[in-house]
């Protein structure tokens, strides 16, 4: 049982130094580059006080001139200074503290182009997670010693807490070798103040030396990161192997140290070859004293878990946190995290074991939930996937924090009032623009397909769900992709849309609309249906990949453009016989002036005429009324008209014309049609997101 305990925080402690080695990977060098802006922003004061540092300069040089032309009077026997020269100097020294600020700022933009350069350059090697050293320390070590003895677990810890304890050993000399060179930008005008007189000039060299030498260490910062990042990527690949078959885990190892400490002292051998420049770092005595503290930590641990076996988990004053810390780390790696589900389902089936075994892996997992352990995907599963009736429940914090383990497209989102059980999860999902949801989901093998709006999403175990979404922020959980009607865009359109035709081009041109081209040069609009109501016109549903529908709006009918004017009559008569040919009665003219609304009107030489109307945009007529297809393929509703005269009035100047007490007016010939088909609306909007749940399976 012991063992079983030792090995468990072993486990942890690695993977704690990797996921800590992780998550500051690469972000020093993106934060600290040759610009002050972390400078300035983390130390505002400095930007504050650099006028005061200026004035402080001017008056350090007036003291000095003043100084050496005091020395002159003496005569040779003070070996002054001529007061010509040293008058020159000293005013283009305090020029210089003047145009300090920007003096430093274009020497940082020099050194910005080599940093530049060695942070653009792309190494394969460098995709890598630091979460993997410890699994393949680990499984180089079996070729020597027995991993699951005592010898192979304390080996692993030292191997790998030295690795990263040098790497943050690193990463603290690059932030104090990027503030020396803040420090020395920041003060530049003190350097500048004791330039002028050649009593002083040295030091003032020596200061232009420790500039350049900085500015140096902050470009192989650079070098020296990637470089042994780099190296962790190329071991993770072959395990320490070289290209002759030689190496191995222990010689990489040393070698990625040797690197480090290299990379550590580099300051020293700067220093050693003359150039001027701060040494930074820690001394050796504090890398001992920080390995005794995590030994310790670890015995302290040791006992914490020793005292819950023996005394019923009473606690332990002074090792609290380590306590607490090995409790969630060692719960959320064993056995998929099995106790810490039992220890806060509420009924239903346990996983983990009985009797007092189990008991004590509860106990832990309570521990574990307390202190910031989060499920994973597999014990999220063990309850949702299950009927009601065994399942359980889970809820609170750690529901909130877990769920994103089991429905990964919730893991951009903060949730909270998370309820999951068996076949159903229900959650308040916040994005990132503050927008709140709640969000419904429904286990597919257990509820009907629901009627309403729903996407269908997969989890972790792979099982299908309905996700329904109500609130202000619920369209992200049903929308498709931004798309910009490029040809370019195939590959993401039949990814989002499986069943649109091969060179359908996309153009999202609203909230849940998007406007669809084809290649044969069709158009339509498309309609989520989360936003809209059902339309009433014809249209198609179009489904995308995750089970949303879209109604897709059946295009319009083109007509040809008919000319105006009596003049145009034959080549109007022409063009229509052309686009309809299967209306045979002859024609007299064609009014093509209501083209843009879906209608246009054609007479007959007997005065009548007929209303041709898009099928696609009008509902079909009450009365009698035929269907005609174009040329093209679209649908036409023909109603028939009479001839008829109307009299209208007369106007002259916008003002009526009266023949004595009556309206003069003219007779004009005219059809008149008995019924006009009403046109259809464009979709409405959803009210809300919220529809009905679906029905459970039986």
Same mark, same amino acid.
């Given at each position: 049982m012991l063992d079983w305990i030792f090995e468990g925080i072993v486990n942890w402690i690695s993977s704690i130094v990797s996921q800590m080695m992780d998550a500051v990977s690469g972000l020093f060098l993106q934060a600290l580059g040759t610009d002050m802006t972390a400078m300035e922003e983390y130390f505002p004061f400095v930007a504050k006080a650099f006028t005061v540092i200026q004035y402080t300069a001017w008056a350090v040089l007036f003291l000095i001139t003043v100084w050496q032309l005091f020395r002159v009077f003496g005569g040779p026997i003070t070996e002054?200074?001529? #007061?010509?020269?040293l008058l020159a100097r000293s005013s283009i020294f305090a020029l210089l503290i003047g145009y300090a600020r920007p003096i430093f700022m274009i020497t940082l933009d020099i050194a910005r182009a080599p940093y530049t350069a060695l942070m653009d350059i792309s190494m394969t090697a460098e995709d890598f997670t630091f979460a993997g050293v410890e699994e393949a320390l680990s499984n180089g070590l079996t070729t020597i010693v027995a991993v699951v003895s005592v010898v192979g677990l304390l080996l692993l810890v030292i191997l790998e807490i030295s690795l990263g304890w040098n790497y943050f050993k690193l990463l603290l000399e690059t932030v104090e070798r990027y503030i020396v060179v803040g420090v020395l930008c920041y003060t530049s005008p003190l350097a500048f103040s004791i330039g002028a007189s050649k009593?002083?000039?040295? *030091?003032?060299?020596?200061w232009c030396r420790m500039v350049g030498s900085q500015l140096l260490l902050l470009v192989m910062n650079v070098?020296?990161?990637?470089?042994?990042?780099?190296? *962790?990527?190329?071991?993770?690949?072959n395990g320490g192997a070289l290209s002759t078959g030689q190496g191995s885990i222990f010689l990489w190892l040393f070698c990625a140290l040797a690197f480090l400490k290299t990379a550590q002292k580099f300051d020293s051998y700067?220093?050693?070859?003359?150039?001027?420049?701060?040494?930074?770092?820690?001394?050796?005595?504090?890398?001992?004293?920080?390995?005794?503290?995590?030994i310790s930590g670890v015995g302290g641990g040791a006992r914490s878990a020793g005292s819950v076996f023996g005394k019923g988990g009473s606690t332990v004053t002074g090792t609290g946190a380590a306590a607490s810390g090995f409790a969630a780390g060692f719960a959320s790696k064993f056995k998929g995290n099995s106790y810490v589900r039992d220890a806060v389902v509420d009924g239903g089936i346990r996983m983990g074991a009985g009797g007092s075994v189990g008991f004590v892996g509860r106990a832990f997992g309570g521990m574990a939930a307390r202190n910031g352990a989060a499920l994973t995907g597999d014990s999220i599963s063990s309850v949702a996937s299950r009927s009601p009736n065994v399942s359980g429940s889970i809820a609170g914090d750690i529901a909130d924090r877990s769920l994103g383990n089991y429905m990964p497209q919730l893991g951009g989102?903060?949730?909270?009032?998370?309820?999951?059980?068996?076949?159903?999860?229900?959650?308040?999902a916040t994005s990132a623009n503050g927008q709140s949801s709640n969000v419904e989901m429904y286990h597919a093998a257990q509820f009907d397909k629901p009627d309403g709006p729903h996407s269908v999403i997969t989890a972790s175990d792979g099982s299908q769900w309905y996700q329904m979404a109500s609130g202000a922020g619920a369209g992200a959980?049903?929308?498709? #992709?931004?798309?910009?009607?490029?040809?370019?865009?195939?590959?993401? *359109?039949?990814?989002?849309?499986p069943d649109a035709a091969e060179g359908t081009t996309l153009r999202t041109v609203g909230d849940g609309v998007i406007e669809a081209s084809g290649a044969d040069g069709s158009n339509s609009m498309w309609y989520n249906s989360a936003y809209y109501?059902?339309?009433?016109? #014809?249209?198609t549903i179009m489904q995308s990949a995750n089970g949303v529908d879209w109604y897709a709006m059946q295009q319009h009918a083109q007509t040809p453009e008919f000319e105006s004017g009596a003049a145009a009559a034959m080549y109007n008569q022409a063009q229509f016989q052309e686009f309809m040919p299967g209306y045979e009665q002859q024609i007299s003219s064609v009014d093509g002036s209501g083209r843009a609304d879906g209608h246009f009107e054609v007479?007959?030489?007997?005065?009548?005429g007929t209303m041709f109307f898009d099928t696609a945009q009008y509902a079909a007529p009450r009365g009698d009324y035929q269907v005609f297809e174009d040329a093209r393929g679209g649908q036409w509703y023909a109603v028939r008209g009479e001839a008829s005269v109307e009299h209208k009035p007369v106007y002259e100047n916008g003002k009526p014309v009266y023949d004595g007490e009556n309206v003069r007016s003219v007779s004009v010939e005219t059809v008149r049609y008995k019924q006009t088909p009403a046109r259809f609306a464009e979709p409405k909007p959803r009210k809300n997101f919220g529809s009905k749940p679906p029905r459970r399976k039986r």
């Open positions: 002054a200074e001529n #007061p010509w020269t009593t002083t000039a040295p *030091v003032f060299k020596s070098w020296f990161l990637r470089g042994f990042n780099s190296s *962790v990527g190329q071991y993770m690949g700067l220093a050693a070859m003359g150039l001027n420049v701060a040494q930074t770092g820690s001394s050796m005595g504090m890398e001992l004293l920080m390995a005794a503290r995590v989102y903060q949730l909270k009032d998370t309820q999951i059980s068996g076949g159903q999860i229900s959650t308040v959980f049903y929308d498709a #992709p931004a798309f910009s009607g490029d040809i370019s865009e195939a590959a993401q *359109v039949a990814q989002a849309f109501d059902e339309p009433d016109a #014809p249209h007479r007959h030489e007997n005065g009548s």
